[in-house]
């Protein structure tokens, strides 16, 4: 059903547009991961025409969903983030820390298998923790988008190719990358500029399109493989992935245009953290959903 594909997509967005739990999260968590991945998988792999317009066809009732999910992030976003940065990112954090029992749960007999897994979740904590540590703009450096240059130009490629391959794994937000980086905010707002006619963001937004299509042709094909004959100590992976935003989620606000002190719990908003966790626990529960085609 439309209907169905449609609110998948509008959910995903919704996660893919904020720092804290992916796009690919929530795709776990409503049952249709494995069915998502192998419809990108399959457009971007020697499939026969008639699989590849089946793929098609399921991707593009999702990408309006998903569109109009982004769409209207975007324009709510762009005037939130800053001003309310640590009650967002206690939004953020409640969908993380309530993400993680519901994946957990849901392939506990695939991480019995082997504990010793569980090196796989530590290698995913720090390696989100050094990447938050040592990003490139800590301390507050400004980046623009309007300033067009080549070196700029080949960081938002980049950028762009990391955090696709993130929002399509279960695990850290594209968007936590790209607040790691420094980008989200400029992005965010560019983005905005651009839905409203605006056409000197253009150049670089350009070059972030093209990051995120690069990460999606190389990133889809080794997900699937990695799911397919190493899923336990992926689950692990995604799973320590997920633990360590949390500290870059913490970490968000020392990466605005102007710096602010990291989350701390003078800061943290309870209520709105709660609510994180409910929206979570409501995309599980109407998961019964995923089985109608």
Known sequence: MYIIQFIRGFFMALADSVPGVSGGSIAFIMGFYDEFIDSLNTLVSNHSLEEKKKSLFFLFK???GWIVGMVLSIFILASLFEEQI??????FIGFILFSIPLIANEERKTLAKNYRGLIFSILGIVLVVL???????GGGSSITLHQFSFPLAIYVFFAGMIAISAMVLPGISGSTLLLIFGLYVPVVNAVKQLLTFNFNVFPLLFCFGLGILGGII?????IRYLLAHYRTQMIYFILGLMLGSLYAVCMGPTTLETPQPPMSLDNFNILLF???GLL???LEKVKGISTIK
């Open 131 to 137: 990447i938050t540590y040592f990003n490139p703009t």
């Open 218 to 222: 190389l990133t889809i094909r080794g």
């Open 62 to 64: 999702l990408g309006l």
């Open 280 to 282: 979570i626990i409501g």
């Open 86 to 91: 640590y009650g967002i990112s206690s939004l």
């Open 274 to 276: 709660i609510t994180g």
